[in-house]
């Protein structure tokens, strides 16, 4: 029978299976990627060799230099165990301040204000990436995701879960994320046009404004003309000044 799979919230419940310990892998100084060797070895499986025997011998093959020197002059405190030659290699080339402080930014993960979802969820990946060898199961990092995001970006996830995204297992989370950066893609092309339109309306409503404002300054001369005129003549009628006699208030 196929194991059900498990909520974030089911696999947030305290299990001893939650802190498997340190995963194998990690980077060291001078390019060296510990976690691209993993992957090379997976497709390796000679006679059905124990993978951890598999690596472990294979392992200085993808060294150069001095940590190459430093795995011979340390094998025999490995005791032929490949997860103490792992520990002891992030030990030696990936601090623990070091390894603190990228694994900080994966459990203290905070979305930017004027970051989308996707870019928020892209920015933790990048950090995921940074630190391989973080010890934290994907769970923990989406419901971190999750927690570090702002509450109007909880409230579009939940809605587009149709429910809770925390009730959704691992593998639901990732695509439902992946079909948020479709349709995102898709409105942020949808607003850059409806963007670029209303600047056009803009634009004209700007150039009227001005007209306007150009065809007012060109009629006050005149108007400021009539008045001296108006104020020059004697009406014929009354004798009063100001007007004239067609105009009279008194007729």
């Known amino acids: 029978m196929a194991t059900p799979r498990k909520t974030l919230r089911e696999d947030a419940a305290p299990s001893s299976n ?6 194998a892998q990690g980077e060291a100084e001078g390019g060296f990627e510990l976690r691209n060797f993993l992957e090379v070895c997976s497709t390796i499986n000679p006679n059905g060799t124990p993978i951890n025997t598999i ?5 200085p093959f993808s060294l150069l230099g001095k940590v190459k020197e430093w795995f011979y002059t340390n094998k025999e405190s490995f005791e032929n165990t490949w997860q103490k030659c792992v520990d002891a290699f992030l030990t030696k080339f990936f601090p623990v301040g070091k ?7 994966i459990t203290g993960f905070q979305q930017h204000g004027s970051e989308l979802v996707l870019e928020a969820w892209e920015r933790l990946q990048e950090y995921v990436t940074a630190c391989p060898h973080h010890g934290m199961e994907e769970w923990l990092i989406a419901q971190n ?8 970006s909880q409230e579009y996830l939940d809605a587009a879960a149709g429910g809770a995204f925390l009730a959704l297992d691992v593998p639901a989370t990732k695509a439902l994320i992946e079909k948020i950066a479709t349709h995102q893609s898709w409105t942020s092309e949808r607003h850059a046009s409806r963007t670029k339109g209303v600047h056009q309306i803009d634009s004209i409503d700007m150039l009227a404004a001005k007209m306007d404002l150009l065809l007012k300054k060109m009629e006050s001369p005149e108007k400021e003309m009539n008045q ?3 104020a020059r003549m004697t009406c014929e009628t009354c004798g009063e000044s100001g007007h004239s006699g067609s105009s009279c208030p008194t007729t």
């Not at 939650?18 to 995963?23: Q, R, S, T």
């Not at 390894?99 to 930014?105: E, F, I, S, V």
């Not at 995701?145 to 109007?152: A, C, E, S, W």
């Open 55 to 59: 690596r472990l011998k294979l392992f």
């Open 145 to 152: 995701f999750f927690h570090g995001l702002t509450r109007r």
């Open 228 to 230: 001296i005129i108006d």
């Open 18 to 23: 939650n802190f498997p310990g340190l995963d």
């Open 99 to 105: 390894t603190n402080t990228l694994r900080g930014q």
